[in-house]
């Protein structure tokens, strides 16, 4: 049964920092493009960041700099490290897994909230 369960969302302050997790199960994390997704209300859901089946990373434009992506292939965890966090990075942020262009996997989400 594949999972993909994300953890450590919540309330922080402007300019605070939060490290999400998404820990695998059930598919051959290794070989998986993994990335983190987040939607705002009322707005699409968005790329954040991807990391590839090598390491190799990317960033949308809004969170470079401030965001950095990682993944432990031995621990099937990928982690999203958030520093100066802004009020418009409030969103649910969603683990996604890819291989190919056929097979996508998604995490619930985890609400992360940027508020004074």
């Known amino acids: 049964q594949v999972q993909l369960v994300e953890s450590g969302g919540g309330l922080v302050q402007p300019g605070g920092s939060l490290r999400l997790s998404c820990a695998a199960s059930?598919?051959?994390?290794?070989?998986?493009?993994m990335s983190w997704y987040r939607q705002a209300p009322g707005k699409e859901r968005e790329l954040v960041a991807a990391?590839?089946?090598?390491?190799?990373?990317n960033y949308a434009d809004s969170v470079k700099g401030r965001f950095t992506i990682s993944r432990d292939n031995a621990k099937k965890t990928v982690h999203l490290q958030m520093n100066s966090l802004k009020p418009e990075d409030t969103a649910v942020y969603y683990c996604?897994?890819?291989?190919?262009?056929?097979?996508?996997?998604w995490g619930q989400g985890t609400q992360v909230t940027v508020s004074s």
């Open positions: 996604k897994a890819d291989r190919g262009n056929w097979v996508h996997y």
């Open positions: 990391i590839s089946t090598g390491g190799i990373t």
């Open positions: 059930g598919f051959t994390f290794s070989s998986y493009v």
